[in-house]
């Protein structure tokens, strides 16, 4: 059982380019999620869903978008991208519930040179 | 005021010591508390939930203070392996069951 699944886990781009970043959970889950985590600021959400073809913003969606077409797939896009937008970027998933766990995938390390 | 906040630590402690952190919430509405472990470089795992009632986990205990609006995690007999960051999640009310995450708290137990 695989989980969530993140690729790429690492990516180096150059500012102004553009890239998706792929979130594969395959529990059936609700709920999904996407973080950026930097050093002293904690895992700050991006953008969530709470089911397919949903999305909604968090607390920093400035410079993403999502799409969730699919139950089990939630994408984040850069569509232009910054050195701003360097980071470590964390998906997750949850089932119904306020107690659910949230699982997360390994994560993809991104810099923007 | 940050809607979840943690000592970010190094708390630096010897191996068998008992540790214990704090963390502080801001939306007294909210439902449900977390505390979850990373590891370096590594995603976040649930460690526990935190329940009213106070809740034990082998040599992990969580404790709930609504009133004042605090969540505490207690380490007893440290191991060299319980060094990581300690995150404090809530779940405040509102759509999307959103998870809000502390800055994390850095144990290092050292021999």
Known sequence: ??????????????????MTLLCAQDMNHEYMYWYRQD????????????????????????????SRLKK????????SAAP???????????????????????GTRLTVV | RKEVEQDPGPFNVPEGATVAFNCTYSNSA??????????CRKE????????????????FTAQLNRASQYISLLIRDSKLSDSA????????????????FGTGTQLKVEL
């Open chain 1, 39 to 66: 050093p002293g600021m904690g895992l700050r959400l991006i953008h969530y869903s709470v089911g397919e073809g949903t999305t909604a913003k968090g607390e920093v969606p400035d410079g993403y978008n999502v």
């Open chain 1, 1 to 18: 059982n695989a989980g969530v699944t993140q690729t790429p886990k690492f990516r180096v781009l150059k500012t102004g380019q553009s």
């Open chain 1, 84 to 106: 701003s937008q360097t980071s470590v970027y964390f998906c997750a998933s949850r089932g119904f519930g306020g107690e659910a766990e949230a699982f997360f995938g390994q």
């Open chain 2, 44 to 59: 976040p795992k649930l460690l526990m939930s935190v329940y009213s009632s106070g809740n034990e986990d082998g040599r």
């Open chain 2, 85 to 100: 960051t300690y995150l404090c999640v809530v779940n405040p009310t509102g759509g999307g069951n959103k998870l809000t």
């Open chain 2, 30 to 39: 909210s439902q449900s508390f977390f505390w979850y472990r990373q590891d």
């Open chain 1, 72 to 79: 089990q797939n939630f994408l984040l896009g850069l569509e």
